[in-house]
Structure formats: structure tokens, C-alpha cells
């Protein structure tokens, strides 16, 4: 009796759970799985110690910058899919520097093109011409629709979706844009209208001036929605009344939208609609089969545009398709990129039709670094490598591999709730009540997500809640990483399931 007393959701009851796996540490259950063998060797860091580097940390950088863990890492190399400390510890690196390294670290291909054109120049500007940004933009748009080929290259997705609102606007005539609850578009002042996490916003005058959000189509944690709803290889255990192959949530989803154009916007007009093709910070949410289509054709017929956010979705990380929007059965409007397109060097981009970036010659539009010769030379070799080394299959194959485990992993532990996501772009959602799908409290996620790190297995966290495992890795991750990754898993929720049962 005494778990309903003390339940996983109990903010309070950390100091019990750390006093239960202090004192398990003797006799765990499990054995921590050894690391998969590399070749790599990290030097270890010498010139600042570890209490120094906090320090400075503290001192001068703004006190927002917060980092993972209770003592965060201090990484200090990179390999493909590892990350090294400064004491030459490795960790597999399951959440690619939030979605962004796509290719690997320090992808000897990538870093080649990039000394090379340091060698020969650096910086002008678009004030004159370099060859690279010229070879980056058609190859770039060759992976795109035939129909999306103007590109303006800009260095961040915050960035590219500040831009893509100022087009749609200017296009459109109109004001209106609308995006989902719990989307992350940005975190400019800009942007932060079009977020709809309220952690990432502050209360500032005209943020959210002419943003109207949408109900989220969540399958999961939405009013409607079941096991037949996600385009994913792993489905939400959650009933629902759908015919086997069909989604019904879908349609009631899209009657809500419908009631945004008929009480909200002005005149029933919208200047465009964004989405993620998945929901990245939100917790890798999908949407229900067929609700974008529909979406993208309400919008449209209203006067607006469909921008595709494809900050996180894009290059190949789905497996299925090089872009998340092919998933949902669309060619968007405009299509804004970042993260992955550089494998973490800063490039972001917004690709639209000529007829839709014709409207930027209504006034001087700038951008000084946009597509600067650097950028464009590690663009043009990541678009090479992910061709090359066929990351978008290993995506789709390592991907469902790891779905599949997390799955087993699902039907194992009542701690998760739902498993979701396709190629390598993956969440798990952890649960006080898989009934109730009552989030787990935080000091009880961390429990589990330090233990992880501990045992060498770097996860992401996302979701409202913070109570979403984010594992988005580099597109290099093998099947041997993901056997790693899954018993480390496996280890630290066993390890926690024992110390809950031990306060009953």
C-alpha cells in the first residue's frame, strides 16, 4: 500500500529512490553491458580542470545555459557516433547533438572539404561570387521537388523559419499563421509565437501576434487517437474504436482545424500553416495518417502556403524518405532546414518556388554569413556522405531495428508508455500509469536517464513534460551500438522497477 502513498509521479519521492538504488549498488540486478570496441583513442583535455571549467561556466556564460546532468560532461572529442570526455571516457551519442549531427562526428569526409576551403577562402559575402554557394544550391535542390528550386541559406533554423513567416506573409497578403500545440519552431522573438511549448516562451508584447495553434493530432496523449493511427513501425498500445488499417482520429483532428478557419482567422484566411513532418522537442509526436494531406489542402484553399519544417525530419533521418514531408503524401510550399544539413557546423536554409521568393525583392533583404564559402563546402560533403555511405537505408534498417527492441523493451517495463517514430528518428515515453498515461515525474526519468549515461549511453529529453527519451543518433549507428544502447536500457529501468518495488 505504501506505492499509492508514494506514486512514480511524486516529485518528493527522490531522495527515497536514491537511498534505494544506493543501497542496491552492492547487488544489482545487472551487470553493465560492456561498450561495443573502437579503434579511436580520445587524448584526455589538460589545460583547465574540470571544477575550473564550471566555474568559468558560471561566471561568464548567462545563466539560461543550463546542461544535462546532475554533473554535466565535459566533452571534449568527437568520433562518428561517440563522444569522449575530458577525462577520455566514451559515450554513445544517441542524441546527435540534439538532431544535428547527421553524419557523424568529425566525418573525415566533412572535415576534409571543410580544411580544404579554409585553404582557399573563407568569407565574402554575397556582395560578390564564390563557386561553392552556386554547387551547394543545385545540389542541394536536386533532392528536393522540382517545383522548390530557390534556396536562401541563412545559419539556423530559428532563422529559417523567421524568414519563411516574413514570405508567406508578403506572398499571401494575409497575417494569420497557424501551428500545432507543443510544436518548437524557434526560440527568436519571432519564432517564439509560432513555439507552443510555454517553457520556451516569455511574456513579450506582439510574440504571438497573428499565431493562432492548433489542437495537436497526438495518437498517443491527444483526445482521439489509437493503435492504428501513426505512420510508424511501432504503433501506441492505446484502444481505440479504428477499423484494422484506418484512422478515425484523423478526420476528428481535422474538424477541430476546420473550427480554427470558421472562429479565428480573419475572413477564414491564413497567411500559412507550419508543422514539423515529426514533432522534434515536443517528443517525436506523429501525426495520424492522412491529417497533413488534408491540412495542407484547407490551407491552401483559404490563401495560405504549407511551410515543412524540416530542421530535425530532413537529410535522410527517417529512413524512409530524405524528407519527412514524403511521408505525409505532400510537396509543401516553402521547406525550411537546418541541424543535419551541416552535421554541426551552423547552415540553415529556406527553399521555396521562384513565384514565392520573387517577394523578397520588394525591399533589401540580407543575410552576411548565409551561405558563406565554409558552410556551403560542408553542405555540398554532407549531401556526399549520406549518398555515398547509403545513410538514409542504414537509418531505415538500423531505425526499425532499434523500434523493434524498444518495443520488446515496452512490453517488458510498465515505466514505458509508448514507443514511436520511424528510421532514426525515435521517443519513448515514460509513464506513472500506463492507464492513465500519467507522465513520470522528473526525479524518476532522471534516475533512470543518469543511469544510462553512467553505463556510457547519452539519451535526449523532450516532451511538455520532459518525460520523453529523445533518440535521434548519428545516421552512422550500427546494430551493434543499438544492442548496446538496448541492454543499458534494459539494465537502468530494471534497476529502477527494483528500487520502486523495494518502497512498496
Known sequence: MLLKKLPLSAPNSAATLRRCLSAQASTNVKESPELPKTNHKAKVYSKHSYDKITAMRKQHLTPNVTSYYKKPLLIHKGNMQWLFDHEGRRYL???????????????????????????????????????????????????????????????????????????????????????????????????????????????????????????????????????????????????????????LASGRYYEQLEQIFKYSLPRGKVAAMFAESIQGVGGTVQYPKGYIKKAVELVRANGGLFVADEVQTGFARTGEHYWGFEGHDIVPDIVTMAKGI?????????????????????????????????????????????????????????????????????????????????????????????????????????????????????????????NVLRIKPPMCLTKEDVDFALQVLDVALERHSESAHKLI
Open 93 to 247: 551519442d544517441m542524441f546527435g547533438g540534439i538532431v544535428t549531427v547527421s553524419v557523424g562526428h568529425c566525418h573525415p569526409k566533412v572535415n576534409a572539404a571543410l580544411q580544404e576551403q579554409m585553404n582557399s577562402l573563407w568569407h565574402t559575402t554575397n556582395i560578390y561570387m564564390h563557386p561553392k554557394v552556386h554547387e551547394y544550391a543545385e545540389k542541394l535542390l536536386s533532392k528536393l521537388p522540382v517545383d522548390l528550386n530557390n534556396v536562401y541559406f541563412v545559419n539556423s533554423g530559428s532563422e529559417a523559419n523567421d524568414l519563411a513567416m516574413m514570405m508567406a506573409r508578403l506572398y499571401t497578403g494575409n497575417n494569420e499563421i497557424i501551428s500545432f500545440r507543443n510544436a518548437y519552431h524557434g526560440a527568436s522573438p519571432y519564432t517564439m509565437g509560432l513555439t507552443a511549448h510555454s517553457t520556451w516562451r516569455y511574456p513579450l508584447a506582439g510574440a504571438s501576434n497573428g499565431i493562432v495553434h492548433a489542437m495537436n493530432p497526438d495518437p498517443y496523449t491527444g483526445i482521439w487517437g489509437g493503435k492504428n493511427c501513426r505512420d510508424s513501425p511501432v504503433q501506441t498500445t492505446r484502444h481505440c474504436d479504428c477499423p484494422a488499417d484506418q484512422c
Open 342 to 466: 551541416g552535421n554541426g557546423f551552423p547552415i540553415g536554409a529556406v527553399v521555396t518556388s521562384r513565384k514565392v521568393a520573387e517577394t523578397l525583392s520588394q525591399a533589401l533583404h540580407f543575410n552576411t554569413y548565409g551561405g558563406n564559402p565554409l558552410a556551403s563546402a560542408v553542405g555540398i560533403a554532407v549531401l556526399d556522405v549520406i549518398d555515398e555511405e547509403g545513410m538514409q537505408q542504414n537509418a531505415r534498417d538500423v531505425g526499425t531495428y532499434l523500434l523493434k527492441g524498444l518495443d520488446n523493451l515496452r512490453d517488458k517495463y510498465d515505466v514505458i508508455g509508448d514507443v514511436r517514430g520511424k528510421g532514426l528518428m525515435i521517443g519513448v515515453e515514460l509513464v506513472a500509469d500506463k492507464e492513465t498515461r500519467q507522465h513520470l515525474s522528473a526525479p524518476h526519468f532522471v534516475e533512470i536517464w543518469e543511469m544510462c549515461k553512467d553505463m556510457g549511453v547519452l539519451f535526449g529529453r523532450g516532451g511538455l513534460n520532459a
